[in-house]
């Protein structure tokens, strides 16, 4: 009946996971609580976890990277204590070395499947649409599944601190160490279904994405020019989803068949091959380091000519390095494992492809720098992460190079260089990309900013314990310490281990900022309100809109005749004219659907099912999956009506609104800047015009 | 939505679309849907180029147990592949029949092609159940686990799309020749067209060369 699971699966088996399984059950408790004392149960159904719009999806997708990540940290914060810790020979330190290896696998596939992917997602959902002036996605139910399977997986993550094991092969899960006769319990399958859900919705994500861009484009968009350039690395980061995840999919597929039924696709002696595993996980794992960047890279562009107050330089080119970076991202796998015994010539084939990646990358970095060149520079928080993250950006960068040259890469392969370099890389350049992402657009979700103070605070902190934590291990890397070390025999590695302790010390406190900033904005949400939509002088179109958006987006879909649409209506006086009664047609907005959640659910319960043997809950649920979509492919009116006048008023309301508060004049971009008592730049930048004119 | 006749000038229907468009607004659902739908066929056919990639991998991962030569057999393969693209050319001429809105054509063809698929499936399920009395199972060794799983993997598909061929047809008879249910069956026609290009592909790299060579 329960297959595999019995009583041995508890946490009780050390006094951290007992802690942490307490944790994960006490905050489920004090959700549950919560929501049943404030009675939001129903707001949290209807408002929230059924709703197809594509904005509140996004948000959903940014509240599970946030919840994540506080999980990843806390294991990051536990290893260094432990390596930290750990010089000298058996049990030192706090961490066992079990323990040790399931929180370096559970942090890796976290911050990976769960927080980057998730927020980056979350973030196209939101801001993507609006941008090009849609209504919706193309796809709005496979977005709410693609959600709820993400979150399923999550939820197998964290289900596994409770009940079970986590795996303790690596966030790459390389046979042998997954394979049944190593590691024989539930672990690598909780790491192979939390993946297989986590990458089934993003296909999904993917598909959907593209069908956006390429449908929903507003009228005048059909010049893709001149479309934001974070669509276009949306556009590339879908693509790369749809072909890359396949590979995932088949290799975690294998490795279960492997496990659970016996086959051989990777165990050596009987005529499997292991080194194909390894190959098809990073056909899917260098695409994937660039689906998670390029969305960070798109974000960068959004912020750097904003708080530049000046086009982007260099559009053209950033398109085309974003395009030729996509189809480099398949060429290069190999170098995640230059030692595996691939012949020179092939090792250099793919050393040189490699560093042949630097090229469009390095074009991007000159575009953003020129960009800010003779800008008009403001340094609000999404613009700190964006010069921070050029600069340490280049430092990855260039120890990338480094390990693109083989005879380099079989120096340091492996050792704690790696580690360093690979979140050089996501670090600065994904994540960063993601809180500037978070921080820029937050005031269009919640119609107010988010506090200046604790921002800076929060950025601060995280940039320079970043460098404290990982500089180190550049260090140690090249004195040969190898990665997942939970104890070492070499003392002089411990001062070097004990800076980058203090470094995810200092993390820690840009973590808690955050928190507080987070506190201090919702209370402080009257000072913080974002009028008129335009929190930042922006030049897009989702910043035309109001905050928060209408359900429907855009009451009229704007009709763009250029780059930088609503940044050059500003210049002509044109960002707010008045609404035209007559250009406003009833609409049509997705229903809500409670068949999404439902069959995430049944999804969990079927990964679950698998993990621990129990088969006719497996049948059960993929029954009740099949069965949910017939239900929806049996129904026809999924959409509700949305009369003329509603959008109407609410233009009006809004425009309304803006007079109202407007302390300059309509159209420069005046009166989004008086919280903060700075005069519009587009004021100035029109008074120029004017002037030269 | 009803305000997409902005969004629908000068959009054409997809040239790929057997459908006669009553109305921009339905021209411009199915022109979504079916492109949405080519992008989840292509992320699909990457992972059976790299089933048959793995399979190459581990040709020679027999172990001393019988290799290709002696457990593929080409007396089911041949039947199989006639069976399978015959279903292709009936369910083309289902899709003319929808075109031009002959009920009877829509179902009498998209049943046959079921019904062929129907039958690929019981010569692979045949196939199969000769294997396993043979000993040829996937826990064997590598090379026929690399078999099991292309070969079961287009088998799963061709059930799939048999059961939902079904409900379209089912659909088809209680709502009538509405355009979602329309729009259905061009995805359907799709998948089942792409199965085949699969089957194409695992007969030229598994069943062609593993009954030839050695």
Redesign the interface.
């Given at each position: 009946m329960l297959g595999r699971l019995s009583w041995d699966a508890s946490p009780f088996y050390g006094v951290i996971p007992a802690i942490a399984a307490s944790v994960v059950i006490l905050a489920a408790i004090a959700t549950i609580v919560l929501l049943t004392v404030t009675r939001r149960w129903r707001w949290l159904w209807s408002e929230w976890l059924t709703s197809l719009d594509h904005k509140k999806i996004g948000i959903m997708y940014v509240v599970l990277a946030e919840i994540m990540l506080a999980r990843a940290f806390i294991e990051a914060a536990l290893m260094r204590t432990q390596q930290a810790l750990g010089a000298g020979a058996g049990d030192v330190g706090p961490v066992g070395a079990e323990h040790f290896a399931q929180l370096f696998s559970t942090h890796g596939t976290i911050m990976i499947f769960f927080v980057l992917m998730p927020f980056m997602t979350g973030l196209i959902n939101f801001a993507m649409p609006l941008q090009i002036g849609a209504?919706d996605m193309?796809?709005p139910w496979m977005n709410s599944i693609a959600l709820m399977l993400t979150i399923g997986g999550a939820g197998l993550v964290m289900a596994s601190l409770v009940i079970g094991k986590f795996s303790t092969g690596g966030w790459t899960g390389y046979p042998n160490f997954t394979g049944a006769a190593v590691n024989p319990g539930v672990g690598p399958d909780y790491w192979i279904w939390a993946l297989t859900l986590g990458g089934a919705g993003s296909?999904l994500s993917?598909?959907?994405i593209?069908?956006t861009i390429?449908?929903?484009r507003?009228?005048g968009l059909?010049h893709l020019m001149w479309m934001p350039l974070f669509c276009w690395t949306s556009l590339c980061t879908a693509l790369l989803m749809?072909?890359a995840?396949?590979?995932l999919?088949?290799a975690t597929v294998?490795l279960w068949?492997?496990r659970t039924?016996?086959?051989?696709?990777f165990?050596q002696?009987?005529?499997?091959?292991m080194m194909?595993y390894v190959n098809?996980f990073w056909?899917w794992g260098h695409p994937e380091v660039y689906i998670l960047i390029l969305p960070a890279f798109g974000v960068y562009s959004e912020v750097i000519g904003t708080f530049s107050s000046k086009k982007l330089f260099g559009y053209t080119s950033l398109v085309w390095a974003t395009m030729a970076i996509a189809v480099l991202s398949f060429t290069v796998w190999l170098h995640h494992f230059f030692t595996m015994g691939a012949s020179a010539n092939v090792n250099a084939v793919f050393g040189i492809a490699t560093m042949v990646i630097a090229v469009p990358t390095g074009v991007k970095v000159y575009d953003w720098l020129l960009t800010m060149r003779h800008g008009r520079l403001r340094f609000d928080v999404p613009m700190l992460y964006a010069v921070g993250f050029i600069v340490t950006f280049v430092v990855g960068g260039v120890t990338g190079v480094l390990m693109a040259i083989p005879p380099f890469d079989y120096v340091v392969h492996n050792s704690t260089f790696l580690v360093a370099h690979f979140h050089n890389m996501v670090i600065p350049g994904s994540l960063f990309g993601m809180m500037a992402g978070a921080t820029f657009w937050f005031p269009k979700a919640f119609g107010f900013r988010l506090d200046e103070t604790w921002g800076r605070r929060g950025f601060w902190f995280w940039i320079s314990g970043f460098y404290l934590a990982f500089m180190p291990l550049y260090v140690l890397g090249l004195f040969g310490m190898s990665r997942r070390m939970a104890t070492y025999l070499h003392p002089e590695w411990q001062p070097w281990l004990i800076a980058a302790w203090a470094g995810a010390g200092l993390v820690g406190c840009g973590l808690i900022c955050q928190a507080i900033m987070l506190y201090v904005s919702i209370r402080d949400r009257e000072r913080l309100r974002d009028i008129t939509g335009d929190a930042w002088d922006g030049r897009t179109l989702e910043w035309l809109a109001p905050s928060p958006p209408p359900e429907w987006n855009f009451g009229v879909?704007p009709v763009v005749t250029g780059r930088d649409e609503f940044g050059e209506r500003k210049l002509n006086d044109e960002a707010y004219p008045v609404p035209d009664r007559t250009a406003y047609?009833?609409?049509?907005i997705p229903a809500n659907a409670a068949t999404a959640p439902l069959i995430g659910i049944f999804a969990f319960l079927f990964a679950f099912a698998a993990i621990w043997w129990m088969w006719w809950l497996v049948w059960i649920s993929a029954g009740a999956i099949v069965l949910l979509v017939?239900w929806r492919?049996?129904r026809?009116s999924l959409?509700r009506q949305i009369p003329a006048e509603t959008l109407y008023q609410a233009d009006m309301a809004h425009r309304r609104t803006i007079l109202a508060h407007a302390d300059g004049d309509i159209g420069s971009g005046a009166p989004m800047r008086h919280a903060r008592g700075t005069e519009g730049y587009l004021a100035r930048e029109r008074r120029e015009r004017e002037d030269r004119a | 939505m009803t305000d997409t006749t902005t969004d629908a000038q000068g959009v054409r229907p997809h040239a790929g679309i057997p459908l006669e468009h009553p109305d921009a607004e339905t021209a411009h659902a199915t022109e979504r849907a079916v492109f949405g739908f080519w992008i989840f066929l292509m992320s699909d056919l990457v992972v059976f180029a790299l089933l048959l990639a793995t399979y190459a991998v581990l040709l020679r991962g027999n172990t001393g147990a019988p290799g290709p030569a002696e457990v593929i057999e080409l007396a089911y393969a041949f039947p199989e592949t006639l069976l399978l693209l015959t279903s292709t050319l009936t369910l083309t001429f289902a899709s003319v029949a929808l075109r031009e809105d002959r009920a009877r054509g829509v179902y009498g063809w998209t049943f046959l092609s079921l019904a062929l698929g129907a039958g690929f499936l019981a010569l692979e399920g045949a196939e199969i159940a000769g294997l396993i009395g043979k000993g040829h199972i996937p826990q064997v060794n590598g090379f026929l686990s690399g078999y099991w799983l292309a070969i079961g993997t287009h088998g799963l598909h061709v059930a799939i799309g048999v059961v939902w061929g079904l409900i379209l047809i089912a659909q088809f008879w209680i709502y009538g020749f509405c355009p979602a249910i329309r729009s259905r069956l061009v995805r359907f026609s799709l998948y089942w067209h792409m199965l085949d290009v699969v089957w194409i592909a695992i007969f030229t790299v598994i069943y062609l060369p593993g009954s030839l060579v050695s």
């Open positions: 209504r193309t796809f296909t993917g598909i959907n593209v069908a390429w449908k929903e507003t009228t059909d749809i072909f995840f396949p590979a999919t088949v294998m068949l492997d039924f016996g086959f051989h696709f165990t002696a009987d005529g499997g091959n194909q098809l056909m879909r047609r009833d609409i049509e017939l492919s049996m026809f959409h | -």
